[in-house]
T-cell receptor
Framework: AQSVTQLGSHVSVSEGALVLLRCNYS??????LFWYVQYPNQGLQLLLK??????LVKGINGFEAEFKKSETSFHLTKPSAHMSDAAEYFC???????????FGGGTRVLVKP | DGGITQSPKYLFRKEGQNVTLSCEQN?????MYWYRQDPGQGLRLIYY???????QKGDIAEGYSVSREKKESFPLTVTSAQKNPTAFYLC???????????????FGSGTQLSVL
């Protein structure tokens, strides 16, 4: 069985500071990994994904994530937080060629002026 | 424009009542999913369908039912057996392997279900 753990259900950062959201996964086979963002009362939007190839993945809105197989991690970062980054972020994993996507518990980001 | 449409945006259920949430997609995707979102619990998989006329239970299928009679449609019925239905429900479809949208999930905007 696969699972996803996001460390910290709430994260508060100052505008302009580094955003770091942690995601660790367990999977019996190499996974595909995703980060999604959800703004209030909206659906999910894909930020970035890792399937194969380069382990540092760049996404939209200045976010990036690095797949580290040895650490079973896929942490999300953004060098400089903006007020518009305030949202909830979800990490997700699916087995390559599988169909069951498993989500982490989500991390709510608060950006302080 | 291609995408996923969920309706209604808000839904209220009376005790003992079955309600159906609509999910329609015009992306020609085979795979579709229903997730439930509760505060602090993230998304949990209710049901998923890999192809028309086929569906499987997810992690929390009890109290729910689905059908997949058409590729475009994957409605979710919340039955009276679901004792705690208040949640935000998200429908999704997944693009096939290969191409620019390699196995990408597309989400609807969600339905907030509340119990009266």
């Amino acid at each position: 069985a696969q699972s996803v753990t996001q460390l910290g259900s709430h994260v508060s950062v100052s505008e302009g500071a580094l955003v770091l959201l942690r995601c660790n996964y367990s999977s019996s086979v190499p996974p595909y990994l995703f980060w999604y963002v959800q703004y209030p009362n909206q659906g999910l939007q894909l930020l970035l994904k890792y399937t194969t190839g380069a382990t540092l993945v760049k996404g939209i809105n200045g976010f990036e994530a690095e797949f580290k197989k040895s650490e079973t991690s896929f942490h999300l970062t953004k060098p400089s937080a903006h007020m518009s980054d305030a949202a909830e972020y979800f990490c997700a994993v699916v087995k390559a060629a599988g169909n069951k996507l498993t989500f982490g518990g989500g991390t709510r980001v608060l950006v302080k002026p | 424009d291609g995408g996923i449409t969920q309706s209604p945006k808000y839904l209220f259920r009376k005790e003992g009542q079955n309600v159906t949430l609509s999910c329609e997609q015009n992306l020609n995707h085979d795979a579709m999913y229903w997730y439930r979102q509760d505060p602090g619990q993230g998304l949990r998989l209710i049901y998923y369908s890999q192809i028309v006329n086929d569906f499987q239970k997810g992690d929390i299928a009890e109290g729910y039912s689905v059908s997949r009679e058409k590729k475009e449609s994957f409605p979710l019925t919340v039955t009276s057996a679901q004792k705690n239905p208040t949640a935000f429900y998200l429908c999704a479809s997944r693009s096939p392997p290969g191409g620019e949208d390699n196995e990408k999930l597309f989400f609807g905007s969600g339905t907030q279900l509340s119990v009266l």
